[in-house]
C-alpha cells in the first residue's frame, strides 16, 4: 500500500512543474507580444506620420509646379515667347554659365600658372642677385691684388733719364702696369740675327750671354739706330721717339735660351698706335 500511495505524488509534483514553465513561458510571451505590439504601434505611428509629411511634400510640389507652370505662361505671353523658345533660351542661359564656370577655371589655372612663373623669376633674380655679389666680391678681390702688385713693382733709374722707372720683372708684374693706364705695353720675344716689329718701333738681337744674363740690342726708331751694349735683365733702356719726341722704354725680363731674350717695349699713352695689316 506505500507503493500504490507515493505513485500518484510523484506524477502531481512533475505536472506542477511543466504547468509552471507553461505559465512562466505564457508570461514571457505575453509580455514580448506587448513589447512587439508597442513597437509596431510607434512604427505605424511613424509611418503614418511619414506618409502625411509626403503627401504635403507633394501637395506643395505639384503646387509649386502649377505656379511654375502660371509664372512660365505669364512670362511668354509677356514677352510674346512659345515655351519652345524660352526652353531654348532657359538651356543658352545654362550654357552661358557652364562656359562662364570653365572661364572662371581658365582663369584660376591661368593665375595659377602665371604666379608659379612669378616665384621662379624671383628664384632667379635672386639667383643672379648672389652672382652678382660674387662678382662684386671677386672684382674687389682683384682690385686688391691689382694694387697689391703695384705696390710691389720696382722702381729703377733709366740710362738716360735722371728719373727712376717704375718696371714688371714678370707677365703679372705688367698686367698690373697696365692697369694704371698711363703708358702702352707690347711683350716680345726675340731670337738672335732676328729683326722684329715692336710696337712703331723695330728690334734686332745682336749677342746674348746666358751665363751672365747680358745681351746686345740695337733699337731702330725714326731712321735711327740705339744700340744698347751688354746691358742687364730687368734694365729700362730708353730712347725718345716720334715728331714730338716722347720716351720709351724697353725691359727685358729673361733670357730663356742661348740665343733668346724676352721682355716688353712701354710707349707713351699719345704715342701713334702700330700699322696692323688689314685684309684687302
Known amino acids: 500500500m506505500s507503493e500504490i500511495d507515493d505513485t500518484p505524488r510523484t506524477y502531481s509534483g512533475a505536472l506542477l512543474g511543466a504547468i509552471a514553465v507553461s505559465l512562466l513561458a505564457a508570461i514571457a510571451g505575453l509580455i514580448w507580444c506587448g513589447t512587439l505590439s508597442s513597437r509596431l504601434g510607434t512604427a505605424q505611428t511613424e509611418l503614418a506620420d511619414a506618409k502625411q509629411q509626403n503627401n504635403e511634400l507633394a501637395a506643395k510640389l505639384r503646387e509649386t509646379d502649377a505656379r511654375l507652370r502660371v509664372t512660365t505662361d505669364e512670362l511668354g505671353k509677356s514677352l510674346g515667347l512659345t515655351q519652345k ?37 624671383s628664384s632667379d633674380l635672386t639667383n643672379v642677385k648672389s652672382d652678382v655679389g660674387g662678382v662684386r666680391t671677386d672684382l674687389g678681390k682683384a682690385q686688391t691684388d691689382v694694387a697689391s702688385a703695384l705696390s710691389q713693382l720696382q722702381s729703377v733709374r733709366g740710362d738716360l733719364s735722371s728719373t727712376n722707372s717704375v718696371i714688371a ?112
Open 169 to 280: 720683372r714678370n707677365h703679372d708684374e705688367l698686367v698690373a702696369l697696365e692697369h694704371r693706364g698711363d703708358r702702352n705695353y707690347y711683350e716680345f720675344t726675340l731670337k738672335k740675327g732676328q729683326k722684329k716689329a715692336v710696337g712703331t718701333v723695330a728690334l734686332e738681337l745682336k749677342k746674348v750671354d746666358q751665363k751672365k744674363s747680358k745681351f746686345t740690342l740695337n733699337i731702330l726708331a725714326d731712321d735711327k739706330t740705339y744700340e744698347k751694349k751688354d746691358r742687364n735683365l730687368n734694365e729700362p733702356l730708353q730712347f725718345y721717339s716720334g715728331k714730338q719726341p716722347a720716351l720709351f722704354e724697353i725691359v727685358v725680363n729673361t733670357v730663356p735660351g742661348k740665343d733668346q731674350i724676352s721682355g716688353y717695349l712701354s710707349s707713351p699713352k699719345g704715342a701713334p698706335a702700330p700699322v696692323t695689316a688689314t685684309a684687302q
Open 85 to 121: 523658345q524660352l526652353d531654348t533660351r532657359a538651356q543658352e542661359l545654362m550654357r552661358r554659365e557652364q562656359a562662364s564656370e570653365a572661364n572662371a577655371k581658365a582663369l584660376a589655372d591661368a593665375q595659377k600658372q602665371t604666379a608659379q612663373q612669378v616665384s621662379a623669376v
